[in-house]
Each structure stands twice: as C-alpha cells, then as structure tokens.
C-alpha cells in the first residue's frame, strides 16, 4: 500500500515538472506583461511537433531538439508579442482574452488540417527504460525531462534575479509606470518575458516527446493544469506556479491510482474549484490580479 | 424622433415578416437546417451577449447550461413521459440554479480568470455526466424516442416547425435584451462592464446585478438546450456539453458586436454563413477548417474592429447621415 502511494507520488513529481515549465511561462506573462496567453498549450504542442518531425526526419534525439524548439519559440513569442498582444495591451482585457484565444483556435485548428489528428510518437534508447529502487519504478525519459525542467526553472529564477534584464522584467511586472521611467523600455522587456515563456512551452513539448505521444489536441491537457497551478500558486508568482504544479502532478497521480483512470481532470477540478472556494488568492496568500 | 421610431417598427415589421414567411418560400431541407442553426446560434449569442457583452463577464462555459437544460428536459422525457415543453422550463430552472453556486465560485475573479473558471466547470459537469452512468447514460448517451407528429411532445414532421420553434425563442431572448437595455438593469450592467470598482463607488450592487444576469443568461441559455436536442433527437455528454457551445456563443457577439441588441444575430448571420459556404466548397472531410477560419475572422475583429460588425454598421450608417445634406 505505502509503495503505491510512494510510486504514485513519483509519478505525479515527474510530471508535475512538465506542468510546472508550462504554468511557469503562463505566470510569467501574467505577471510581466499582464495577460493570460490562452494559446500557451499550442506552444507546447509546437514544441511536440517540432522535435516529432526533427526525429523523424534527420533522427534528432527529441532531447537534443530542445536546441531548436527553444529558439525557435522563443522567436515566435518574441513576433506574438511585438505584432499582436502589443495591439491589445491596456485597461480593457476583452479583446487580449480573445486574442490569445483565437490564435489557440487558430494553431490547434492548423494542426488539425496539417497534421491531422493521428497520435504521433518518437521511439528513443531509453524511451522503455527503468530505474529499480526497491519495488518503485522510474522511467528514464520522465527522470530525465524532470531534471531538466527544474533545472530550467531554476536558470530562469537566477535570470529574473542576478541579471540586468531580469531584473527589469520584475521591476516592469511589480510597478510598470515607474519602470518606464528609470528608462526601462517596456516593449522589449515585455517581447523578452513572452519569448522566454514560450520557450519554456517549446522545452516542456520536446521532453514530453520521448515518453508521450504528439496530436493537435495535446496543448489543452497542459494548458488546464497550468491555468490551476497558477490561480493556486498566486497569478504572477513564478515559485507559487512551480510548487502548485508540482503538487497538481502528485494529486492527479493519486487521483488516477485511487478513484479511477480517467479521474485525473476531476481531482484536478475539484482542487481548482476548492480552492477558488476557500482560498481564490492561492495557497500563498497575495492578491487577486 | 418620433420618425426614426416608426421607421424602426417599419423595418423590425418587414423583418418579422420575412422571416415568417421564408420557410414557406424556401422549402429544401438544407437551406431551412441552415436557417434553424442561424436562429439557434443567434439565440445562444442573445443570451451570452446579455452578460458577456453588456457586463464584460466574458464565460467560455456556457455549454455548462446548454448541456443542463438538454439533460434535464430529456431525462423528464424518457424516464417520466413528460412533454419537453415543460422540461424546457424546467432545464431553465435548473440551469438558473446551478448558476448561483457557479457564478459564486467564477465571480471571485476578475478578467481572464473569470473566462478560466467558468471553462473548468463546464468541463467538470461534462465529466460528471460521463463518469456517473446512473445519473444520465453515460459516454453513449441516447436517442429521443420518435414520436413522429407531436406537436405536444414538440416533435414535428418537417423542419419549418422546428424554425419557428426557434425563431419564437430568438424572438423571446431579444424581447428581454431589449426590456434589459431600457432599464436601470442595463445601465448597471454597463457601468459594471467599464469598470467594476466605478460601478460600485457609485452604489451599484455588482455582485447582485452580476448574479441576476448570469441567472436569465443561464435559463435563456438552457432553453437553446432541450430545443437542440429535440431537432437532432440524440443526446450524450460530448454533444451537449461540447466546448465548441461555449466558443461559438462568444464568437458570434464579439463578431456581431459586443453588448448591442442585433450584434450575436448580425454575427451569426456572417459565421454561419461563411462556415456552410466552407462546407459546400471543402466538403465536410477536411477536418479544422471551420474552426480554422472563425479563428481568423475573431483576430481580425478585435485587430482592427473592436466593436464588431453593427460598429461597422453604425460608422457607415453615420457617414452616410452626414454626406446626405450635402448632397441635396
């Protein structure tokens, strides 16, 4: 009993690193730029299918395609930002929801007629690979995408903290009036904090591709569990999305192993509308928008 | 003024006529399906518009409703022999009430978080309906008995009754925009969708206004319901909860014109339209396209006209207003 509930935890850190690379970049742009970017998920499903065709076509370990998706991303966010979301920027968020919503509706639909809406998966060395500890079981591939996850967020924290731009983009996130005038250009911080989002997406679609299979559809998954990891974390805050996605993984985990295979989603609901119930400023505590 | 309102009931007279009439006149099957999605979604986008539009409170979740009122109405049916013209009602009056716990969780956040939660519980009630089989048959669902001609169990030989069925129904949803639109309740309404804490510094209740909205929004929204599911006779989770409800009562406002009385019909008008043409031209087999298609249209609305096709409308009608002395 106490080795399932163990295994099922593993399992819910593992990938809850996945979720936490996409919640990251939601709260990011949240905070900085002040928008929920609704098209996150179809990032990371560009990232999927990026390192699925660099694989198959030129036999690319999708682990080494994270060089390519990231940039690559990272360029698209840079362009989003700069020729749509800046259109849209100011008091009035009607038109920014629709905006990232209809270029979600956009990219997944492309997918769909491009791609079409077959599974598409990459065979690696250590896709079936495990490591035995005692009776728990860890799969290579997960192990791997986790570590270089945290290892992400972690650079991404010692970015916003240590470097000059980092800085800025905190300082544009917690007073944007007063960082425009220390001279602080606002557009280019805002393209920066958009591109650095997307390319955690495009990294999160490149490790999920060794163990998870690539369909137009594959966004939606993330973004949900993003949307609740980042309202528990506290919207903005970069720690709060991590630890909430951490521990969404472990609750959809265990969900899955007690209440039934397909009770994911409704373990994940039911902690969305608790704590909307009991704590809508997230777990941390801190204000609503 | 008393001029421009005779010519309003004029034109809103020769409207209601041709549209009473069209079924008769146009008879295939095809084209009268089409109209009855037009209605359909016309009435779906007056009921969003009521909130999303004239509130700001822009819900992705209203299939939650939809899907609310097409259970309640066909559970009464199948399992208890009741007439779904009293189950319309009655799915109305429960989707009414399932607003009030929904609207106190979404309503605790503002903006994006709004649209957010109200996507989640409308996926939870879907997910509810799938996994608990006693409740409602489950993923497989099921189909409508056939009663062929029954007017008292709203079903119908042909299609034009079904249209006027819906066309009674848009009626019904723009009657109350319009009585809405008049009232104190619409001016609250306004005041909350241009800035909430305004709105309240200057004595509106807005989580009571908010709560009566989302409430007829709901019910009007549930009506669309058992009405769907009696035109296409089969009800399961997928098809009455389906995001794409919640999506297409949204576009078609904001396309149309958000929180103006015409704009969802306007909107559904130009996206219905332009998506049979599509289906005509591709055929239904490229996957994508429509959604492919309405997705572009949004962007290029809120890129270049917030304010839908009736501010289009309106801006035209206003420059042909002035350039009409000078010519005379």
Partial sequence: ?289 | MAGVNKWKLLSLAALAAILIVLPQVVTSSFAIDIFIRILLFSFIGVAWNLMGGYAKQLSLGHAAYFGLGAYTSTIMQVDFGISPWIGMVAGGIVAMLASLPIGWLCFRLRGPYFTIATIATAQALMLIFLKFRDLAWGAEGTTIPNLGSSPLMMQFEGKAAYYYVVLGLLALGLAITYRIEQSWMGYYLVAIGEDEDAAEAIGVNAPRVKRDIYMISAFLTALAGTFYVQYIYFIDPATAFDFKISIEAALVSIVGGIGTLWGPVIGTVLLETTSALLQSWLGSTTGGIQLTVYALILMAIILWRPTGLMGMLTDAYRRYIRRKPARA
């Avoid at chain 1, 609704?38 to 076509?57: D, K, P, R, T, W």
């Avoid at chain 1, 397909?262 to 009991?278: E, K, P, R």
């Fill in chain 1, 1 to 289: 009993m106490l080795e399932t509930v163990v295994q099922a935890v593993i399992n819910g850190l593992l990938i809850g690193g996945i979720y936490a690379l996409v919640s990251i970049g939601v709260t990011l742009i949240f905070g900085v730029v002040k928008i929920v970017n609704f098209a996150q998920g179809e990032f990371v499903m560009i990232g999927m299918y990026i390192s699925f065709f660099l694989a198959n076509q030129f036999g690319i370990d999708p682990l080494l395609s994270l060089f390519v998706s990231m940039p690559v991303l990272f360029v698209i966010g840079v362009l989003v930002q700069h020729f749509l979301i800046r259109r849209v920027l100011g008091p009035n968020d009607m038109p920014q929801i629709f905006l990232t919503f209809a270029l979600s509706l956009l990219l997944l639909n492309l997918a769909l007629m491009l791609f079409s809406a077959n599974y598409r998966t990459v065979h690696t060395s250590y896709s079936d690979e495990a490591f035995h500890i005692g009776g728990l079981y860890i799969p290579v591939a997960k192990l791997i995408a986790f570590v270089v996850a945290m290892a992400l967020s972690g650079a991404l924290w010692v970015f916003l903290h240590t470097t000059d731009l980092g800085k800025a983009m905190r300082a544009a996130a917690q007073k944007p009036d007063v960082a425009i005038l220390m001279g602080i250009n606002p557009n280019r911080v805002f393209c920066v904090a958009f591109g650095t989002a997307l390319a955690l997406a495009g990294a999160a679609g490149s490790l999920l591709m060794p163990f998870y299979s690539a369909y137009p559809f594959v966004g939606q998954v993330f973004v949900l569990m993003a949307f609740v990891a980042v309202v528990m974390g506290t919207l903005g805050n970069v720690m709060g999305a991590l630890v909430a996605s951490l521990m969404m993984g472990v609750a959809e985990s265990l969900g899955i192993q007690f209440v039934g295979a397909d009770s994911g989603l409704i373990v994940v609901f039911a902690m969305l509308l608790l704590t909307l119930a009991f704590k809508p400023n997230g777990l941390g505590g801190g204000r609503v928008r």
